[in-house]
């Protein structure tokens, strides 16, 4: 239902992962027009900059979107590449109204809505949804003297693959599911050592991202009820032991050390004083929220994420986020999670541009 230039719009979707997508998919079934607008090159979201091993930690069942499941992997659980096509075809599937590449630069208020920029031209709409995630904006903290360190840093987000590694000395410093899948392929060929904060929680070996879903779901439906309840051992962030997980241990090489206290030209300084040579440090130390397009409107406060009651933004009405993580809904930044906060979003909209229809 796109609307030629000039006309407004129901509602920009900005991104065009797969919260995009759940989202897309509920408004399909309204009446209400829509744009997706994409950043990438082609479809799949962060996906496409996976490294090339990465592995879902939940079978394809439990790793679907709305409406239409992913095809079963052949080889237990899905690749990176599967998921890329699975967004790829379910995408052409629903033929969503989605533009790309176009990276959005900013979003004004209008007398009639919202005015959303990109560099060549503008689209105006009454309500915007921002679910660009937060795969373009990596963090890495702060540790003293790295600007003097001579070796190389990259983060999880440009790791490709372990070969380039092969002999060196490489530090993998984050104590989570990219840690420890990287921490289990770049060992093989290189020297490595484990950097986490605190000693790694691994789930059972039989715990896998359907059971952590279902603990995910049941503590939000306490929650709603306001009941509490003991929540097992076992959060999003906790160590999936997939295959090549399992495998390192086998090695004796899934052991951390605690962090280091700065780095030095060759290398690092421990807090014994010990100093240790490293030619390359992996920083799998997580994202943050990707919203620097919605500076303009000045609703992002200083931990950089902006104010929500559920998915709503508190001080701009016609905005929303879906897909940034547990702040925008339970599991939300989950293929299987974000159906949840994608429905109530387009029903809260609904209600909202007076359209008394649900999804």
């Not at 605190?198 to 059971?211: C, I, K, S, T, Y």
Request: proline share 6%; aromatic share 8%.
């Amino acid at each position: 239902m796109a609307h030629p230039l000039g006309n407004q719009l129901d509602i920009v979707i900005i991104g065009g992962g797969q919260s995009a997508l759940a989202v897309a998919y509920f408004l399909r079934r309204t009446q209400l027009s829509f744009v997706v607008l994409d950043a990438e090159e082609a479809p799949g979201g962060a996906w496409r900059h996976g490294w090339n091993s990465l592995r879902l930690f939940s079978p394809s069942t439990w790793s679907s979107i709305p409406g239409w499941m992913m095809p079963p992997a052949h080889d237990g659980y899905p690749t990176r590449n599967h998921v890329i096509e699975y967004l790829s075809q379910y995408e052409q599937r629903y033929q969503f109204p989605v533009e790309r590449p176009v990276r959005v630069t900013s979003v004004e208020r209008t007398a009639s809505g919202l005015r959303v920029h990109s560099d060549a031209r503008h689209w105006d709409a009454k309500v915007v949804i921002s679910a660009t995630g937060t795969w373009s904006n990596p963090y890495i903290p702060h540790y003293p003297d790295a600007d003097r360190f001579a070796g190389r840093q990259l983060h999880s987000a440009h790791y490709v693959e372990a070969h380039v590694f092969t002999g060196k000395k490489v530090l993998v410093v984050g104590g989570g599911n990219s840690g420890a899948q990287i921490l289990a392929e770049v060992s093989k060929v290189a020297e490595t050592t484990w950097v986490t904060p605190a000693e790694p929680v691994f789930l059972p070996d039989d715990v896998d991202g359907r059971v952590l879903f279902e603990r995910a779901t049941e503590r939000l439906k306490a929650q709603q009820e306001g009941r509490l309840i003991d929540q097992p051992v076992g959060g999003l962030g906790d160590i999936v032991m997939v295959p090549p997980v399992v495998e390192a241990r086998e090695r004796k090489v899934l052991t951390s050390v605690r962090p280091f206290e700065h780095f030095t030209r060759n290398g690092v300084m421990w807090a014994d004083g010990t100093e240790s040579a490293v030619d390359v440090v992996i920083w799998c130390t997580g994202f943050r929220p990707a919203l620097q397009h919605l500076d303009t409107l000045g609703v992002i406060n200083t931990e950089g994420r902006v104010e929500v009651e559920g998915t709503h933004s508190t001080q701009e009405p016609r905005l929303w986020l879906v897909g940034y993580g547990e702040w925008t809904g339970s599991a939300s930044a989950t293929l299987i999670g974000v159906a949840r906060t994608a429905r109530s979003t387009v029903n809260e909209i609904l209600a909202f541009l007076g359209d008394a229809s649900v999804v």
